[in-house]
C-alpha cells in the first residue's frame, strides 16, 4: 500500500488527536539534566531510528 499524496486529504483539524504544543516536548538541559538522561535519549533516539530503518527494510523485501 502506497501513500498518494495526491489523492489523500489527510484529517481535518477538528478530528486530529493532538495540538502541536502537546506533541513538542521541552528539551534537555546540559547543566540541569545529568549524564544518564542524557545517554538515555541518544539510546532512545538511536533504537526508535532502527526500528525506523527495519520496518522499511521488511516493506522493501516483503510486499
Do not use: Y
Not at 489523500?8 to 506533541?23: A, I, N, S, V, Y
Not at 526508535?48 to 516493506?59: D, M, N, Q, T
Request: proline share 5%; charged share 30%; with cysteine.
Amino acid at each position: 500500500m502506497a501513500l498518494n499524496l495526491f489523492e489523500d486529504k489527510g484529517c481535518p483539524l477538528e478530528r486530529q488527536r493532538f495540538t502541536w504544543k502537546e506533541l513538542v516536548q521541552p528539551p534537555i538541559s546540559k547543566l540541569d539534566d545529568d549524564a544518564f538522561t542524557r545517554v538515555r535519549v541518544i539510546l532512545m533516539n538511536g533504537i526508535e531510528i532502527e526500528a525506523i530503518r527495519f520496518s522499511h527494510g521488511c516493506a522493501r523485501m516483503n510486499r
